[in-house]
């Protein structure tokens, strides 16, 4: 079992920057390979970014691509989400979630992961 908080979100204007941190605890963080998705009121949950095991590897939705970096701190079972140039339509609610499997299109899949955080709400005002 893995527990998920996220933390970081707020109210920014358009073109600022908020870091959106996940700390997990329970099993081995570094078991697992993590993601982060977001959803928007009546929209669907959408795939932002993923990491795998070690840090090595990420995968980007083409949306926040060279705006977004994920990171993660195995020795503090944290993930990161460091958002820039933040635009109106970043404004969701943003999930973390713990998998198991890495490669491009099961991470983006929700049902691939195991445990989900709360969640954290993003507001960009224009």
């Known amino acids: 079992q893995v527990q998920l908080v996220e933390s970081g979100g707020g109210l920014v204007q358009a073109g600022g920057s908020l870091r959106l941190s996940c700390a997990a605890s329970?099993?081995?963080?570094?078991?697992?390979?993590m993601g982060w998705f977001r959803q928007a009121p009546g929209k669907d949950r959408e795939f932002v970014a993923a990491?795998?095991?070690?840090?090595?590897?990420?995968y980007y939705a083409d949306s926040v691509k060279g705006r977004f970096t994920i990171s993660r701190d195995n020795a503090k079972s944290t993930v990161f989400l460091q958002m820039n140039s933040l635009k109106p339509e970043d404004t969701a609610v943003y999930y973390c979630a713990a998998g198991s499997k890495f490669g491009y299109s099961v991470v983006r899949r929700a049902d691939e992961y195991s445990y989900w955080g709360q969640g954290t709400q993003v507001t960009v005002s224009s």
């Open positions: 990491i795998d095991w070690s840090g090595g590897m990420t």
């Open positions: 329970g099993r081995a963080f570094s078991r697992y390979i």
